[in-house]
């Protein structure tokens, strides 16, 4: 809503009064504020997804539910053969938004399979199973490596918009200085009708 325009200025003159202050105990005019329903949007139900397989590679892991960490950073499973689903955003099978599923590229000893996450061309089917049995299909749309430092600014964690999936790992050069990988892999999929 626009403000109106403001009222006209009328010059004051040494004859005036400033307005009286209200007596105790008066209340001041009241404006009304205006109130929405207590009503909560209803929350989509999809069953959660436990497990994720990319045709044509090794990627095949176990998903289990993950929140955030401390800092705000999407919480990875300690077993490095599972991947994480963001549970505070959408879940494969929802009808909007993108589901994220992020899984670690290696450990201390070895390259784990989403290691190729970043090899992966687009047109490649994949699937989740949900844990009601159902499985979704997905074809690979595309795979870009995000530099860490800019991955805010990419539509990630997205709630709105098309259903996608995005499934996320490290890549890029690893940085001694931060212990960590300079960039990450992430690959959309659109789900197949």
Same mark, same amino acid.
């Given at each position: 809503m626009q403000p109106g325009p403001a009222p006209e200025s009328i010059? *004051?003159?040494a004859t005036e009064q400033p307005p009286a202050a209200p007596a105790p105990g008066a209340t001041a005019p009241s404006?009304? /504020?205006p109130v929405r329903p *207590?009503?909560? =949007?209803?929350? &989509?139900? /999809?069953?959660?997804? /436990?497990?994720v397989s990319v045709e044509g590679t090794g990627i095949d892991l176990e998903v289990i539910p993950v929140g955030q960490e401390d800092n705000g950073a999407m919480t990875l499973p300690d077993n490095h053969y599972q991947a994480g689903w963001y549970r505070f955003g959408p879940a494969p099978g929802s009808t909007s938004g993108s589901a994220v599923l992020a899984a670690h590229v290696d450990s201390r000893t070895e390259q784990l399979p989403i290691a190729d996450l970043d090899e992966v061309p687009a047109g490649t089917p994949l699937t989740v199973t949900r844990s009601d049995g159902s499985v979704l299909r997905y074809t690979t749309e595309k795979v870009e490596n995000i530099p860490k430092a800019s991955l805010g600014d990419f539509? !990630?964690?997205?709630r709105e %918009? &098309? *259903?996608? !999936?995005? !499934?996320?790992?490290?890549? %890029? =050069?690893w940085l001694d200085s931060v212990g960590d990988y300079e960039d990450n892999v992430v690959l959309t999929a659109v789900p197949v009708p």
């Open positions: 010059p *004051a003159t404006t009304p /504020v *207590a009503t909560q =949007e209803p929350v &989509e139900s /999809v069953p959660d997804p /436990v497990s539509d !990630l964690f997205n %918009g &098309e *259903a996608r !999936l995005k !499934l996320v790992t490290c890549g %890029g =050069e």
